[in-house]
Structure formats: C-alpha cells, structure tokens
T-cell receptor
Framework: DAGVIQSPRHEVTEMGQEVTLRCKPISGHDYLFWYRQTMMRGLELLIYFNNNVPIDDSGMPEDRFSAKMPNASFSTLKIQPSEPRDSAVYFCASSADSREQYFGPGTRLTVT | AQSVTQLDSHVSVSEGTPVLLRCNYSSSYSPSLFWYVQHPNKGLQLLLKYTSAATLVKGINGFEAEFKKSETSFHLTKPSAHMSDAAEYFC???????????FGTGTRLLVSP
C-alpha cells in the first residue's frame, strides 16, 4: 500500500489567497483526520470524518477553514482567505479502527 | 479529559547507550496509549501501542514501553541507541470517543557518536 498521500508537499502563497490541501487515505480506512502542527501549539486535531461524514470539527480554528470528503478516497482542507498565522505543517491521517492512525508526509504551508 | 505530559523536551544520549523517554498520562478511564516518532520533515510513524493487553509493549526498531497504572506512566525505552533514532517522539493518549488522539508536546532525542 502506498500509505496516506498528501499534495502538495509544499505550498507558498500570499495572504488573502485560497489554499487547498489534498489527501488520499489508505484504501479501506473509514476514518480520516486533519491535523495542524506548529511550534507554538504542537499537533492539533482540526477535524475528522467517519465514512465520509464530518464527525467533529471543533478543532477548526475559524470559518476561513473548511474540509470536505466527497468520497472514500479523497479529502480536501481549504483555507480562504489565508493569513500568515496559518503557516504550519498540515497532516492527514487515516484509520481502520479509529485508534491506530497512519499519517501522511504532510503539507508545509507558508503564507507570506 | 485525557492528557499526556512528556517530562523532557530534549534528551541527549551517546550511540550504544540506553534511551529513556518519559511520559505520564491522565485519563478518566482505561486509556489507549501510543508512541509516535517523527523524523525531520517526515510524517509521524507509529512505534507502538497499548490497548489494555500486555503491560509491556514491544514496538518497531527495538523500542518498548511499559504501562504502569499505579504510576500513570508509559515510558519509552530502548537498550542501545542508534544514530538513526535521532528524531522527535510523541506520547499520545486516546481522547474521549477514542477517535481523537491527544498528543504530548514531544521529546527531541539527540544521539551523538
């Protein structure tokens, strides 16, 4: 299995622009998670899905952030408009049993 | 609420010497506990997990951890450090609803020749 796939690996954008991060979970996994990692706040869970349905989005920082999972093999995390404080590494993870999660390589986002 | 405390932000060892990374947890019920490793510019990789079976858990790359309920600890150990072990290590507990993982602040392991 190729593992969790994220794209792009690096994204540099200007403040105010829309950013879309993509994730392909491991085939057969029915849970998908989005995390953000910063030096100041460590690893934070933003949102997670079960069977393509958002279950808990309490970690989404504000309305500028949105996430979708249109099917079992694809999810997006969108930031619109982006701000410099959104600069972080964003990880996607998937799980078959909701406890052991497999992480993707992450997307390093820089907003200037 | 569930939480973990990693007692050391940095640990330095020499190659070939033992590794001890300390973690204490807080949980209102029997927890699931994990150790993840993150190498520079990489994603997180599961080292080992405890889910109420044997209290001594063996993981990959020679790491192991012991669940001690009386001490609310889940320390990570390895008998002999290798240069490739240099990375950030995260102690993790399952949060409420089990799906949510709560991460510690991480311990950076430095291995010198």
């Amino acid at each position: 299995d190729a593992g969790v796939i994220q794209s792009p690996r690096h994204e540099v954008t200007e403040m105010g622009q829309e950013v879309t991060l993509r994730c392909k979970p491991i085939s057969g996994h029915d849970y998908l998670f989005w995390y953000r990692q910063t030096m100041m706040r460590g690893l934070e869970l933003l949102i997670y899905f079960n069977n393509n349905v958002p279950i808990d989005d309490s970690g989404m920082p504000e309305d500028r952030f949105s996430a979708k999972m249109p099917n079992a093999s694809f999810s997006t995390l969108k930031i619109q408009p982006s701000e410099p404080r959104d600069s972080a590494v964003y990880f996607c993870a998937s799980s078959a049993d909701s406890r052991e999660q497999y992480f993707g390589p992450g997307t390093r986002l820089t907003v200037t | 609420a569930q939480s973990v405390t990693q007692l050391d932000s940095h640990v330095s060892v020499s190659e070939g010497t033992p590794v001890l990374l300390r973690c204490n947890y807080s949980s209102s019920y029997s927890p699931s506990l994990f150790w993840y490793v993150q190498h520079p510019n990489k994603g997180l990789q599961l080292l080992l997990k405890y889910t109420s079976a044997a209290t001594l858990v063996k993981g990959i790359n020679g790491f192991e951890a012991e669940f001690k309920k009386s001490e609310t600890s889940f320390h990570l150990t390895k008998p002999s450090a290798h240069m490739s072990d240099a990375a950030e290590y995260f102690c993790v507990v399952s949060g409420t609803g089990f799906q949510k993982l709560v991460f510690g602040t991480g311990t950076r392991l430095l291995v010198s020749p």
